[in-house]
């Protein structure tokens, strides 16, 4: 498979310029949930994790819609087609720009978080418990960036989109169910049980096998209808 660089780092350079300035308000959003978890109060922490998971879910859906789902609506796709680029370019430059502009809040969230944890008198337990969360914000996401990029309908991408954040709710009260995993949030260590290992694993997989899968059957499309 041969595929255009210079255009596909021109449609990822694109996306990056038109979404940046969104993407620093998120990060900034998520610093301020942040500054309330560190104050160690129980409705801070509250407030604080509501507020970072909002912003998370938030960041990953403005990242698909606007990316994916707006410009098709828009029907952008025709000034694209107009450009040297195949459906294999168009299909990993959307795929890099989706993650580009999802991964940088992602990650620098995360790593506030588990800063957070480890430098602050919060328990060092909820490392762990943090991680599984943002595993399944990051497999949310990779759900989400699949159905947008295999459907042509804007409400069943909303619902994708909507469906797969929503979900981290019965996750997290599954997660409470886990003796392995919720009894040791409280502790003043981190501790690395089985479920925890297994829920991260599956989840991380999971995520890179829907990615791949994706970006194989539509980089694969002799044209783009």
Request: proline share 5%; net charge neutral.
């Amino acid at each position: 498979m041969n595929l255009n660089i210079p255009v596909i780092r021109l449609l990822v350079a694109k996306d990056w310029h038109l979404f940046r300035k969104q993407l620093a308000v998120y990060v900034l959003a998520g610093l301020v949930a942040l500054c309330f978890l560190g104050l160690g109060k129980p409705w801070a922490f509250y407030v604080g994790s509501l507020t970072l998971i909002i912003v998370l879910v938030s960041a990953a859906c403005f990242s698909i819609s606007t990316s994916l789902v707006v410009e098709r609506k828009e029907q952008t796709l025709a000034f694209v087609m107009s450009l040297p680029v195949s459906p294999a370019d168009f299909t990993v430059a959307k795929l890099a720009g989706n993650l580009l502009t999802f991964l940088v809040p992602f990650l620098v969230l995360l790593a506030g978080t588990l800063g957070l944890v480890l430098f602050t008198p919060l328990p060092d337990g909820l490392f762990v418990y943090a991680l599984l969360i943002f595993a399944w914000l990051l497999f949310a996401f990779a759900v989400s960036w699949a159905v947008a990029m295999s459907v042509e309908s804007e409400g069943w991408a909303t619902f994708g989109m909507i469906g797969s954040m929503v979900l981290i709710n019965p996750y997290i009260m599954a997660l409470a169910q886990v003796p392995a995993i919720s009894d040791r949030v409280r502790e003043d260590a981190v501790v690395w049980t089985a479920p925890a290992v297994a829920i991260l694993a599956t989840l991380a997989a999971l995520a890179l096998a829907i990615i791949a899968a994706t970006t194989w059957h539509h980089a694969r499309k002799p044209a783009f209808y």
